[in-house]
Nanobody, 126 residues
Framework: QVQLVESGGGLVQAGGSLRLSCAAS????????TGWFRQAPGKEREFVAA????????YYADSVKGRFTISRDNAKNTVYLQMSSLKPEDTAVYYC???????????????????WGQGTQVTVSS
């Protein structure tokens, strides 16, 4: 069992930056592909970014490509999401996820995910 705890959310102006962290406990995070998803009010949860076990492969949603960067520090059992050039449409609850399967499948809408964090709110004001 893996417990995931997100932090780093908050209120930021458009054009600003935030860094989200996801700390894992209960099992080493290096055994899992990890990713970030988000859910805006009234919308479905959507994929944001994912990273492979050793960090060698990363995937991004088109809407965040070039603005967001996912990274991981397996020694600290932590995954990060650096968000820059934030837009009001980035406002959402951001969730960390970890999965035993191939990292590329985390992009697939509706793909089962083994573990979820509780989420952290990101609000971008215009």
């Amino acid at each position: 069992q893996v417990q995931l705890v997100e932090s780093g959310g908050g209120l930021v102006q458009a054009g600003g930056s935030l860094r989200l962290s996801c700390a894992a406990s209960g099992h080493t995070l290096s055994s899992y592909a990890t990713g970030w998803f988000r859910q805006a009010p009234g919308k479905e949860r959507e994929f944001v970014a994912a990273i492979s076990l050793n960090g060698g492969s990363t995937y991004y949603a088109d809407s965040v490509k070039g603005r967001f960067t996912i990274s991981r520090d397996n020694a600290k059992n932590t995954v990060y999401l650096q968000m820059s050039s934030l837009k009001p449409e980035d406002t959402a609850v951001y969730y960390c996820a970890a999965d035993n399967g191939p990292v590329r499948l985390m992009r697939v809408t509706g793909a089962p995910i083994d573990y979820w964090g509780q989420g952290t709110q990101v609000t971008v004001s215009s």
